[in-house]
């Protein structure tokens, strides 16, 4: 492990490392805080390294500190460090995004907006119930997607690493290669992340001055931060796992003479 970490700094100079101890990385960045979540740690790791608490926690050290980097500083995106990595666990992280989505900043979000109806007045109670719809409708269109990735395009990434890996492919999925690439999968985020963007400037340049302000400042708060964090998710998935699929579904061709 030591002269893994030795070339992994050599190659990197990054702010994260394995040495740093990972109570520091919370210190240097809260907004790490949801990203180390994902991976299933908890607090309470004392003064352990990055790389203890990986090890404790069967996290491979290389690709969390690839994620919690890109994270930290927008400007680094290791796409081709991200690639190097099995699809299933850039998918194990992924999946588990959309379970804080789901879980965790949805219902957030959702309970500002509650709150705001209960407390606006009766001349703002239109306003609020049409920010409530808005939101709701946005919901629907982002579980939608999430779902379809969930069920339908991470299983078939999986399927093509495994049928790589044990030599076994079958006719069928050479065919859905063939007439379902993953190039399709490519065009889902935009819609998504216009409508997150409506209802920023919903709230930003149309809904009339409320009597709850203060949860009005922190409901748009929390859109920006979803807002980013949805962008460094798709840009994984862009950039990083669709590449990594394009690369298994032509090697498989290839392989079978396709």
């Not at 407390?119 to 306003?127: C, I, R």
């Not at 492919?169 to 993953?182: N, R």
Request: aromatic letters at 10%; a negative charge; proline letters at 4%.
């Amino acid at each position: 492990m030591t002269s893994e970490i030795v070339s992994y700094s050599m190659n990197k100079n990054l702010p994260i490392t394995p040495q740093m101890k990972m109570a520091d990385v919370i210190h240097r960045d809260y907004r790490l805080i949801p990203i180390i979540g994902r991976f299933g740690i908890d607090f309470g790791f004392g003064n352990k390294s990055v790389g203890e608490v990986c090890d404790e926690n069967d996290i491979n050290t290389w690709f969390f500190l690839e994620i919690v980097n890109s994270y930290h500083n927008p400007q680094y995106f290791p796409q081709e460090q991200l690639q190097k990595f099995s699809a299933k666990q850039i998918i194990a992280y992924l999946s588990s995004t959309h379970s804080y989505y789901k879980d965790v900043k949805i219902p957030e979000i959702q309970g500002y907006i509650d709150e705001m109806e209960k407390k606006a007045s009766e001349e703002h109670t239109n306003n609020v119930k049409l920010l409530n719809d808005f939101f709701k409708g946005y919901v629907e269109e982002l579980e939608l997607h999430l779902e379809h990735e969930d069920k339908e395009i991470f299983p078939y990434v999986i399927e093509l690493e495994n049928a790589l890996e044990e030599g076994k492919i079958s006719i069928d999925l050479k065919k859905k290669i063939i007439e379902e690439p993953i190039e399709d999968y490519e065009r889902g985020h935009e819609d998504v992340e216009v409508k997150l963007s409506d209802l920023k400037n919903l709230i930003i340049k149309f809904l009339p001055p409320v009597l709850c302000k203060e949860l009005c400042k922190k409901l748009l708060t929390e859109l920006y931060r979803l807002e980013n964090d949805l962008e460094n998710h798709s840009r994984i998935e862009d950039n990083v796992l669709v590449p990594k699929v394009k690369m298994l579904e032509q090697t498989i061709l290839e392989g079978s003479g396709s």
